[in-house]
């Protein structure tokens, strides 16, 4: 019976070592989001400190008699080190935590960029915007604690895989056909809406950030030892990422030009989150696995940050910009050179004086405004001096 009963005994020990295996595999994807996540916070972190340096550097030449180019101060090309270094944590972020957590950290950005507008710029804000960058600080909360854990290595093999697979090629069917039409309407009906001209950059930065997220990994895994970059993979996608950047940076470029850039950041943010986890959750299987309640309160922390980021780029007003001269309309009794009748003296209905100078006369009488009527003359190609307008004499009636 001993004998019988210790094959059982056995076979009772086994889950548990296998459970603790299994959760040593789940805190070290826990602790591989943790980092991806620090990673993600600290570049948007810097890149908005970056964004904020140059605007100030804008700033201080605008309202100076410097009379350097804005590249040449030390304040713009330590906003431009900053963006560099922000710009390849967020790259970095990418080889860690899945791709659905981090890209809604991009509203860290615009919480950071807010908060410093405040604090050096003296942007003024209302009690209501303060409500805005909190309720974007709690929507990131519940991003980074119910985001999706899952994760593997981005082998040549693994994103191979991914790429070949049933949902992912049907999902490019519908982006691709959808692109097609966004971009006939945008490029031969004219159809210049915000939504057509985001929806098309929201399209081509999806494929960016399954592309960075491949990339990103395949380079860590080398690093670490395990070489990736004779995949012939490695090289598509990383043709596939520099060009759908471009293309997505022509686009919003052209939509920055019709729109304001505030209302650019709140629509593009919510447009890009919601296409970019729709192709992570398709092309990574970000979600596989994940409980129902860990899924709606990721979509929860979604929505809340949505909110939150589009309240905070609302309530921000269109900045004036600064013009160093005096319009010659503005001046007092001048008459626009550009208006019919050419006159080019000052009104002179009323009396006029400069400085102690005073004139009472009965002036709308003796003088009125001389006008310069055009005289169409032939000129020779030989001869350049003869000048092309004819001023006639005002003679001054007795």
Excluded at 5 to 17: I, V
Excluded at 150 to 169: Q, R
Aim: aromatic residues 12%; glycine residues 6%.
């Amino acid at each position: 019976m001993e004998g019988a009963n210790s094959p059982d005994l056995q076979l009772q020990q086994l889950p548990p070592t296998s459970m603790t295996v299994s959760g040593s595999e789940v805190s070290f994807s826990y602790k591989e989001n943790l980092i991806g996540a620090l990673l993600a916070i600290f570049g948007h972190l810097v890149v908005s400190i970056a964004l904020n340096l140059q605007k100030y550097s804008h700033i201080r030449l605008a309202g100076s008699k410097d009379p350097r180019a804005y590249f040449k101060t030390k304040t713009w090309w330590l906003g431009l080190f900053l963006m560099l270094l922000g710009e390849l944590g967020v790259f970095s972020s990418y080889a860690f935590a899945p791709l659905s957590l981090i890209v809604p950290l991009s509203a860290v950005s615009v919480i950071a960029s807010a908060i410093i507008g405040i604090i050096f710029i003296k942007e003024k804000w209302k009690p209501k915007d303060f409500l805005s960058c909190g309720l974007a600080i709690i929507g990131t909360y519940l991003l980074v604690t119910f985001g999706p854990n899952s994760h593997e290595k981005m082998t040549g093999e693994n994103i191979t895989k991914h790429l070949v697979s049933w949902p992912f090629l049907l999902y490019m069917l519908v982006e691709i056909i959808v692109f097609c039409l966004l971009l006939y309407f945008y490029k031969e009906k004219n159809v210049n809406y915000i939504v057509v001209i985001l929806l098309l950059v929201a399209l081509l930065g999806s494929m960016t950030v399954v592309t960075v997220k491949a990339v990103a990994g395949m380079l860590v895994l080398s690093i670490q030892g395990n070489l990736q970059l004779d995949y012939p993979i490695f090289y598509v996608m990383l043709v596939c990422m520099v060009a759908t950047a471009i293309y997505q940076a022509a686009f919003l470029s052209q939509a920055t030009q019709l729109y304001d850039s505030s209302l650019i950041a709140s629509v593009g943010y919510i447009l890009s989150t919601t296409v970019a986890i729709t192709a992570g959750a398709t092309f990574y299987l970000d979600f596989i696995g994940e409980d129902a309640l860990h899924i709606c309160m990721f979509a929860l922390g979604c929505l809340v940050a949505f909110l939150g980021v589009f309240l905070i780029t609302r309530n921000r007003k269109k900045a004036i910009p600064f013009e160093p001269y005096i319009s010659m309309d503005a001046m007092p009794g001048m008459q626009n050179i550009h208006d019919k009748g050419m006159t080019v003296q000052p009104d002179l209905k009323t009396s006029f004086s400069y400085g102690a100078l005073e004139n009472n006369d009965n002036v709308s009488e003796i003088y009125t405004p001389a006008t310069l009527p055009v005289m169409q003359e032939e000129h020779s190609s030989k001869s350049f001096s003869a000048p092309p307008y004819r001023v006639l004499e005002h003679t001054k009636r007795e």
